[in-house]
């Protein structure tokens, strides 16, 4: 019997009765079967009924490929009908056994003769004028009599079961889960063993973890005199399983069944290779198992179970690392809104950073380090983020934006900080004026009401649900060793600040893979002394202003070093276009020209005069390092300084410094020369002796084109496909937000290509630049540092053209990692 014909189910009862488990008499139909039903074919119910004995009582389960496909609800107690109910009246009693047939009528009524429901709810009195109610009901709605021949009940549940399966509803309801158009159905026709009767009866659900932790202790509820899986509806009439303060248990009350069902549990763990929950009925105290299925689970005990099986030594510590989708990794690392909480959702945006946040809405950075200041959690809600919004982003605990895509600025930032980010929730209305954000339902929501955003899912919600904590247990770091043990890419971390770089650190990144140093200006004491840079008349001038950032830069790459303890750090050279740092409205111009005691009218015209119409293909990356080259200089000298102060206090370092926006061969000679000349002249000075790696970010088509120019001058290249994916399509990363959903919804790109790479265009491109690095360089180290780093389509790309590692936001470590392991397994 196999699952891909007969269904999950079947398969894993054949299992059981391999493994001498009490488990009832079953026949299982093969998906085959059940679609020629389907197709309107006679159920050979004669064939079905020759494996019971005469007056049989049956159940019929679903038993989908994959138990997460769903499928029809069991129907029970099939094969009642007047005579049985005499029979049983003698046996169980006439109340016991008119509450089976009164609850056969009901659910053959409603689910397999698709009558309606309200005609036969359950009288709480099942005597016998309640049956005869029943079955003149059924008869008047159905317009005959209730079937009496067990025959013709079960060929009409098998019917009305395989017809389910294929109707529109349950197609669309599977394929959402994954399913693929063909997906079968199998029918599992089991004994019934009643659980209602004489001496210990009763039915219950038992498992062996909890569903939520993956910590092992036995869970679940036994009712007396009751049927399927009535003991978990009960409420405080069921027993504990084991032994409880709040109330009796089977374990006191049945202790030899209950033993029995423990050493069963066991027993499908071991041999299953699976933490299984176990439906089981006791009749006149002795056990059956009726059915096991896979414990349900949450991402923590995903985890937790996948562990604990392998160190058990039931499966290997690599399927182990199969077991876990990545997904579920990061969702430990967040704090999550919990499965199962009410959710009202305002709104859905993309999510740009996993994990959730909840907190006071404030509509600027100011508002948001106030009320950090107070110790209130807020919301930071912004039309967009820009890089002044950096320290209000740092005292929210979650962003939300109105505008922009997966690698906006607050997308970027967010995935950098951990922090929970929804952006380019375009439908919401920001009314900055009266302070309030307007839903699309046109709820109103005011400054300081409590909303959540969660990253994970896009979702805005009003109010504060239930949340879960983050869980980096040792199980989590037991499985990313497994995974380490088996992955053959390396997995580096875009770390910006120290907090950055301990985040990597913690979670093992095997050094940084790109810093981008520009944001190590905006905190304000550098923005100020940034912006006189920019301001200043005089080549002489800005080498006094530099001189100043000189020790505060020193400073910021000596303490990532320190951090790193000698694992790899890569330093890129400032990148973006210097109006950034300028203010953008007139109060932020009348300040700057206060502090810098010029008047306002000279500062409007310097902003002006920065100002570009294409700022990202403008004076930005090396561009700047070639015109105003005394900021690189100033960097590299910072670099070098910081490598040697940090060799002596601990691990060698080996700087790798970094060229952006490269799109020219010769572009790299300047930029060499001249850092060059920096290292000698540092030299001189100390007399200590360092080395350092010199690289090129390949982000422009031209330079993956040109890499095999472009490779000798350097030592290595990483791809950034953030860049590269917006020159590559000439589609800008800021703007695509607007109409990326409506872009993909017409499939004209089958997805976001700033959140997937696109293997086909972008993908030409990096293979291109590879092959051609290493044909005139081989050996040359590669990579790739766009946000897409993180991503398992990436990996396994990157892995496909030989890339050394990948290089992605520190919280997405983890997910990489194991990525990694098993694309190699
Ligand atoms: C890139 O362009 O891919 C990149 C990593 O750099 P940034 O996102 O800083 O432009
Ligand atoms: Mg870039």
């Known amino acids: 019997m196999s699952a891909d014909i007969h269904g999950g189910r079947a398969k894993c009862l054949q299992r059981l009765i391999r493994l001498n488990m009490p488990v009832p008499k079953t026949v299982a139909l093969p998906f085959r079967t059940v679609h020629r039903i389907a197709a309107g074919g006679v159920p050979d119910t004669g064939a079905i009924l020759a494996h019971f004995g005469p007056q049989p009582l049956l159940s019929v389960r679903p038993s989908s490929q994959d138990p997460d496909w769903g499928g029809p609800g069991a129907i029970l107690n099939i094969g009642m009908c007047d005579v049985r109910h005499a029979q049983l009246c003698d046996e169980i009693g006439e109340r016991a056994a008119t509450s089976l047939y009164l609850r056969f009528i009901q659910s053959f009524a409603t689910h397999v003769a698709r009558l309606d429901d309200e005609m036969f709810t359950l009288p709480d009195t099942p005597d016998h004028e309640a049956l005869a109610l029943a079955l003149r009901t059924y008869e008047e709605e159905a317009d005959e009599p209730f079937p009496q021949d067990v025959g013709r009940q079960l060929a009409d549940v098998l019917r009305s079961m395989a017809r389910a399966w294929e109707g529109t509803t349950a197609r669309i309801l599977r394929k959402a889960k994954g399913a693929p158009e063909d997906a079968g159905l199998g029918l599992v026709v089991q004994q019934m063993v009643l659980g209602v009767g004489p001496g210990d009866s009763g039915s219950g659900v038992i498992q062996f973890v909890d569903p939520l932790t993956g910590e092992r202790q036995v869970t679940g509820r036994y009712l007396s005199q009751s049927q399927g899986r009535d003991a978990l509806a009960a409420g405080s009439e069921a027993l504990y399983l084991t032994r409880d303060p709040r109330g009796p248990s089977l374990e006191e009350l049945c202790p030899e069944p209950f033993a029995e069902l423990v050493a069963c549990g066991e027993r499908a763990r071991a041999r299953l290779r699976e933490e299984m929950q176990i439906e089981f009925t006791l009749h006149g105290g002795r056990l059956a198992i009726l059915d096991a299925i896979r414990v349900n689970r949450g ?37 999550q809104v919990a499965p199962g909480a009410a959710r009202d959702v305002i709104t859905r945006g993309i999510a740009a950073s996993p994990g959730a946040a909840r907190g006071r809405i404030v509509f600027s950075a100011t508002d948001a380090q106030a009320s950090a200041s107070r110790g209130e959690d807020c919301i930071l809600v912004r039309r967009e983020t820009t890089p002044e919004d950096i320290r209000g982003m740092h005292a929210a605990v979650g962003v939300l934006t109105v505008r922009g895509g997966v690698t906006s600025h607050a997308a970027v930032i967010g995935r950098g900080l951990g922090l929970p980010c929804v952006v380019g929730a375009s439908d919401l209305r920001l009314d900055r004026k009266a302070k309030r954000l307007v839903a699309p339902d046109g709820r109103r929501f005011a400054e300081g009401e409590t909303i959540t955003v969660d990253g994970t899912t896009g979702e805005v919600l009003a109010g504060a649900p239930v949340m879960v904590e983050a869980a980096l247990d040792g199980a989590f770091q037991q499985l990313l060793d497994w995974a380490d043990a088996a992955r053959d890419i390396g997995v580096r971390a875009n770390a910006d600040t120290p907090a950055d770089a301990q985040t990597a650190r913690n979670f093992r990144a095997e050094g940084i893979g790109l810093c981008r140093t520009e944001h190590m200006f905006f905190e304000a004491e550098r923005l100020s002394v940034m912006r006189e840079m ?42 973006p276009p210097l109006h950034e740092f300028l203010p953008s409205d007139r109060q932020g111009m009348r300040s700057l020209a206060d502090v810098l005691d010029l008047p306002l009218s000279d500062v409007e015209a310097r902003v002006e005069a920065l100002e570009e119409y294409n700022p990202m293909l403008g004076m930005r990356g090396v561009r700047l390092g070639v015109t105003v080259p005394e900021i690189y200089e100033m960097q590299a000298r910072a670099i070098f300084e910081a490598t040697i102060a940090a060799s002596k206090r601990g691990a060698k370092v080996v700087p790798e410094i970094m060229i952006p926006l490269v799109s020219a061969m010769r572009e790299v000679e300047l930029v060499k020369t001249r850092i060059d000349a920096v ?16 690289g090129v970010m390949v982000e422009t088509p031209r330079a993956a084109l040109r890499a095999g120019d472009i490779a000798p001058h350097c030592q290595f290249l990483s791809f950034g496909t953030n860049d590269l994916t917006q020159m590559t399509y000439g589609l800008s990363r800021d703007d695509a937000g607007r109409f990326m959903s409506a872009y993909v919804k017409a499939r004209v790109f089958p997805e976001d290509p700033f959140h997937t790479l696109d293997i086909d265009g972008v993908g030409e491109l990096l293979t291109m ?43 997405r470590v983890p997910a990489a990692r194991l990525s990694a392991a098993q694309l190699a397994i």
């Open 769 to 811: 630049g590879a092959e051609r690095a290493r044909d005139s360089v081989p050996g040359i180290t590669l990579s790739i540092c766009g946000e897409h780093g993180g991503s398992r389509s990436a990996i396994a790309f990157s892995r496909a053209i030989g890339l050394d590692y990948v290089s992605c936001s520190p919280f």
């Open 679 to 694: 290292a000698v002249n540092v030299y001189n000075e100390t007399g200590a002796d360092f080395a350092y790696k010199l």
């Open 534 to 575: 920019i301001f200043a008349d005089t080549g002489e001038d800005r080498a006094a202003v530099l001189e100043r950032l000189l020790p505060m830069q020193r400073g910021d790459f000596a303490e990532l070093f320190e951090i790193m303890a000698g694992s790899p750090v890569c330093i890129r050279l400032f990148d």
């Open 299 to 335: 991402s923590r005990a995903k985890v937790r179970i996948a562990v604990e099986l392998a160190e058990d030594g039931i499966i290997s510590p690599e399927e182990a690392v199969m077991r876990v989708d990545p997904q579920a990794l990061s969702e430990l690392l967040h704090r």
